[in-house]
């Protein structure tokens, strides 16, 4: 079973590396893998500086990690998103 999930870990890693950050999402939800880290989806999300890719970025975290709302990189990234939007 770790190994299994070391290998969703390296695969997931390896898709965001790609700058493939919404198939690696796709991948986790599908996966139903739970270690991966919001942030580092916000970061590349603000990177791309589509606010589309931030906004389906916060809309997953949102519906996969439960508490997300209530987290700093929610509250960052949605005011992020709101800015962008203006």
Same mark, same amino acid.
Do not use: W
């Given at each position: ?12 890693l ?6 493939c950050?919404?198939e690696? *999402?796709?991948y /986790?939800? =599908? @996966?139903?893998?739970t ?6 989806f916000?970061? *590349?999300a603000? /990177?791309? =500086? @589509? ?12 519906d996969?990690?439960?508490g997300f @709302? ?6 960052t990234?949605?005011q ?5 939007n203006?």
């Amino acid at each position: 079973m770790m190994r299994e999930l070391s290998f969703h870990d390296d695969y997931i890693l390896l898709l965001v590396k790609d700058e493939c950050y919404l198939e690696a *999402l796709h991948y /986790a939800k =599908k @996966n139903k893998v739970t270690t991966i880290q919001p942030s580092m989806f916000l970061k *590349l999300a603000f /990177a791309s =500086k @589509n606010p589309q890719h931030i906004a389906t970025v916060l809309q997953f975290f949102s519906d996969f990690v439960p508490g997300f @709302n209530n987290t700093v990189n929610h509250h960052t990234y949605h005011q992020i998103l709101g800015e962008m939007n203006c």
